[in-house]
């Protein structure tokens, strides 16, 4: 749990007068409900930034289920206390309040002394998770961002731009750490559907590796089979299927009796187990989600005879143990396919948070968009724009 | 499946009339329960060993619980064919018969030509699975043994020897293939009272390493406690002390804060994932057995945020891909332990099958000794000695 500190009036009344705001950000100061802690405040325009660090203005945020997590303080992933907002009132640790979000494309507004290879205009990525990046600007240091190699002149959007930290890492690391796979391996995975599931076929296919996907029956599937085809999926079934025996001779004759090597779990239970089962000898089963919120249950002998490993994949771990150089890279890889058209944004919808809308109403607006997702009424990933004129 | 053959009852006949016999087997030539298809045959001295191979005498045989799935037919370890007992009847291609055990205590009687580094009354013990170890003789290739550098006169037990190559690798090789364990770190295992598991805290302690042992709460639980405490165990638990939450905080006191970085699981189900929950960031946990016959039930959050590694050990497999070279010292080191007093030979029952007692009588005693098996009628290791004179 964060210090609980309620934001002070004072501060509400001083920063929400002006119909124009040059500078806003989404805070919350205790650990809650997003769509009841989540507050919009204006801030004062941010000081020369200090040396090492930039002030950079953020292009498109995303909103990740994990944020919501963070929020609410059941994460393992903190956020970092906002102090270059306002010195003098929260922001400071008398009012300690935290931006939300892990994930966003910025732009460098202004480089303080001694920063190297980042320029005016240059575009950036975070680097440290759970920065605040639903905000119109902040001060970082340079170490907590990655400069992209491309902007919007290279033909990278910014949808990309804004969704280029959490999910295309996770699946490319997800393909890469776990097993040595070579062109014409198999891998499956459940949740194919997922914004990570897309990534991973589209990935998967530029690097010539099949993929056996597992989605959920549904009444427009043949549709959602032939989009995920259509994205480089070399085989879709349904957990059904798995469930019919002649599933298995079926993907004997696909995969040539070639042993999956690498199985993708975001679901756990039952779909799971039967995803596992799939699996040849020495393979390695990778968890990053649990959207069934049930375990991951497997025969011991799985273990034992099959010789499986069961793995759990968090980019956030990842980040912690490697080197600026290989995040570095990595991002450069990303935006690089992205660039080639072999990565595609996720669809999305953009909110925009207008620069003439009052704090209460941008904070009515943002506490919506938590309400609605935990109801389930976004299909698509949300983009907020902050925007400052 | 094992093809179905019977033994014919010509040779039956033949080698079940001399009172006092040479050579006898504990065989079989279908699948199924070993009390009903296990049978002693007798059969002529064997020829002189070909090149590269020797003819062997058992000294002591084991019994263990996976010998009787082999027999059962639902283990993935197949027997070897016995076309070395005799070469027109029963062993031929026409007439499949498999000797039963998988470890066993041999000395060699006789050297073929071309063979390196063996001599006659050298103790070796078996490098292939399920060759066959429930007879007195056996003619087998060099590569199938290996010699220990002990013997009798060095202080290594018969029981010693006839143990010494499923058991005693496994606890080795699962304190080592793993994790890079150092002095003073900790490890935890479910099922410590197993015959793995004594061997887990002998080895344990003489590196240097701690062991939180886990045992069923029971009767004489004190005295067994100080039991494998007596074998070097460092803390005992029972699952129910994991239930109370107080034992939290004792073991944080023991390991001084300091994260248990392996858990080892015989058991599966609700023992392992209490077990589990003990374990630090980045640990591993390996499972080589399921006496509850539950999965292994994890909540996948485990996997993901405290980095949890889950994988199977079995022997077998670590066999086969393992160098000659690598599986020679690890036996020279096994018995080295052995010989210093660092590992107990386990609490065993020795049954004599005598060379005077005819081939229904010894197919009578050893169908007893698995329907006794089955009933859980020992509670020691069932060692057995096939009488030559």
Chains 1, 2 share one sequence.
């Not at 303080?112 to 950036?124: A, E, F, M, T």
């Not at 393909?175 to 997922?194: H, M, P, R, T, Y």
């Not at 002998?301 to 968090?314: A, M, V």
Request: aromatic share 6%; charged share 20%; net charge positive.
């Amino acid at each position: 749990m964060l210090p609980r500190a309620s934001l002070p009036s004072a501060f509400k009344r001083r920063f929400s007068l002006s119909a124009v705001v040059a500078n806003r950000a989404v805070v919350y100061s205790k650990n809650g409900d997003p769509s009841e802690v989540l507050t919009a405040v204006t801030f004062p325009d941010l000081p020369p930034p200090k040396p090492n660090s930039v002030n950079i203005r953020f292009v498109l945020s995303a909103v990740n289920p994990a944020d919501i997590n963070t929020i609410e303080g059941v994460s393992p992933s903190k956020p970092t206390l906002a102090s270059d907002l306002n010195t003098s009132g929260p922001g400071s640790k008398d009012y300690p309040i935290f931006v939300g979000g892990n994930e966003g494309l910025a732009e460098v507004v202004e480089v303080g002394d001694g920063v190297q290879g980042l320029q005016k205009n240059d575009w950036v990525v975070m680097d440290k998770p759970q920065l605040g990046t639903w905000s119109t600007h902040r001060n970082v240091a340079v170490t907590d961002i990655i400069k992209l190699p491309f902007n919007a002149s290279d033909g990278l959007s910014k949808a990309h731009g804004a969704t280029m930290t959490v999910n295309p890492p996770t699946a490319f690391n997800m393909l890469k750490e776990f097993v040595d796979l070579k062109e014409g391996d198999w891998i499956v995975q459940n949740g194919a559907n997922s914004a990570v599931g897309k990534l991973v076929i589209q990935i998967a296919s530029s690097r010539g590796l099949n993929t056996l996907n597992l989605v959920r029956a549904r009444d427009n599937l043949e549709k959602l089979m032939r989009s995920l085809e259509e994205l480089g999926a070399t085989r879709v079934l349904t957990y059904d299927d798995l469930r019919d025996k002649a599933t298995r001779s079926k993907i004997q004759q696909w995969t040539g009796g070639k042993d999956i090597r690498l199985g993708l779990n975001c679901i756990g239970g039952e779909a799971n187990t039967a995803m596992v089962k799939l699996l040849g000898h020495g393979a390695h089963l990778v968890s990053y989600g649990a959207m069934s919120k049930q375990p991951i249950s497997l025969p011991t002998s799985l273990f034992i005879f099959k010789n499986l490993t069961s793995h759990g994949f968090w980019q956030t771990q990842w980040s912690k143990v490697h080197s600026r150089k290989e995040k570095e890279d990595l991002i450069a890889n990303l935006s690089s396919m992205m660039v080639n058209g072999k990565l595609k944004a996720p669809e999305h919808d953009i909110i925009v948070l207008g620069a003439k809308e009052s704090d209460e109403e941008v904070t009515q607006k943002i506490r919506t968009i938590f309400s609605d997702l935990a109801q389930g009424k976004y299909t698509k990933k949300v983009l907020i724009r902050l925007e400052d004129k």
